[in-house]
C-alpha cells in the first residue's frame, strides 16, 4: 500500500498528502535523510559514509536528557479518520523508520491550539524519517504497514508534562 492509495480525512473533509521534502518540512522540523547533498565523508578505512548532522535533537530545557526507543507500529485502519494532534512543548521528537516501508506524517502550525488552516499531510517513504520541533502539532506515528521505528525524544523529570493533546 503507498500513500497514493490513503484517503485522509479531517472532519469528513480529504486531506492533501504530499511528498515529503525538506524544503516543505521546515517549518515543522526536519527532515531525516542521507542525501547526496546531505554533509557526509567517509569513515571506518572506506568501509562506512557517514552522513552527519542530519538533524539535532532538542531535548535539554529543564534538565531533560536524549532517550533512544523503538516503537512497533501497526498499520492504520482505512481511511485516516484524524481526530487528534499533539505537541511536546520541552523537546523534539525524531523518527527513522527501521522496516523500509513509507509512513505519513500530519502536522500543523500552532501555538496554544493547532491552526487546523495550516495542516498539511506529508507521505514519507520508508528511508525519510522526521524530526518534529519543539512544540510542533502533529498526529502521533501513521504508518500504513506493521512496522518499527527507531525514535530519539526527550525523557525529563519523573511527572513532567510533555505531551499536549487537541482534539479536532
Not at 500500500?1 to 490513503?6: F, G, N, P, Q
Not at 542525501?35 to 534538565?63: C, K, M, W, Y
Not at 506524517?105 to 491550539?113: E, I, M, N
Request: charged letters at 20%; a negative charge.
Amino acid at each position: 500500500m503507498s500513500a497514493s492509495d490513503i484517503e485522509v480525512l479531517l472532519a469528513g473533509q480529504p486531506l492533501a498528502v504530499e511528498p515529503l521534502t525538506a524544503e516543505a518540512f521546515k517549518p515543522f522540523g526536519d527532515v531525516i535523510e542521507a542525501t547526496p547533498s546531505a554533509q557526509h565523508f567517509t569513515i571506518n578505512q572506506g568501509f562506512a559514509e557517514r552522513f552527519d548532522r542530519l538533524t539535532l535533537v532538542d531535548v535539554a530545557q529543564d534538565g531533560g536528557q536524549a532517550a533512544v526507543s523503538i516503537f512497533r507500529a501497526r498499520a492504520r485502519p482505512q481511511p485516516l479518520q484524524l481526530t487528534m494532534l499533539e505537541k511536546h512543548p520541552l523537546g523534539s521528537q525524531a523518527f527513522m523508520p527501521l522496516s523500509g516501508q513509507p509512513y505519513l506524517v500530519v502536522v500543523a502550525l500552532g501555538g496554544d491550539q493547532p491552526d487546523l488552516k495550516s495542516l498539511r499531510c506529508f507521505d514519507a517513504s520508508g528511508q525519510q524519517g522526521v524530526n518534529y520541533a519543539k512544540g510542533t502539532w502533529h498526529h502521533p506515528l501513521l504508518a500504513l504497514h506493521d512496522s518499527d521505528f527507531w525514535v530519539v525524544d526527550r525523557t525529563g523529570p519523573q511527572g513532567e508534562e510533555n505531551c499536549i493533546t487537541f482534539e479536532v
